[in-house]
């Protein structure tokens, strides 16, 4: 059973930045992608960034140059940096996980105000 536990999570002014942290507790990098979902009130969820097993990366359009993802192997953790945030990045930010199955952490919240 692999557990995906999310923080970092918070309020923030617009132009801010914020990085959260995904714990996983497999091994991230026997994983074959790991990512960061979003989902705000009223819209279905949405990828922000994932990263490969073998390092790659692809992110939304509307966060490239701004949000980058990235994963520590020795300490099983999948990080997001989000800079220069908008107050529509505004979600519940879901961590990610595939490998046979499916995983779901249960969302921070991150809140950009104007």
């Known amino acids: 059973q692999v557990q995906l536990v999310e923080s970092g999570g918070g309020l923030v002014q617009a132009g801010g930045s914020l990085r959260l942290s995904c714990a996983a507790s497999?091994?991230?990098?026997?994983?074959?992608?790991m990512g960061w979902y979003r989902q705000a009130p009223g819209k279905q969820r949405e990828l922000v960034a994932v990263?490969?097993?073998?390092?790659?990366?692809n992110y939304a359009d509307s966060v490239k140059g701004r949000f980058t993802i990235s994963r520590d192997n020795a300490k099983n953790m999948v990080y997001l940096q989000m800079n220069s945030l908008k107050p529509e990045d505004t979600a519940v930010y879901y961590c990610?996980?595939?490998?046979?199955?499916?995983?779901w952490g249960r969302g921070t919240q991150v809140t950009v105000s104007s």
């Open positions: 990610n996980a595939e490998k046979v199955l499916v995983y």
């Open positions: 497999g091994r991230v990098f026997s994983f074959n992608a």
């Open positions: 990263i490969r097993r073998g390092g790659s990366t």
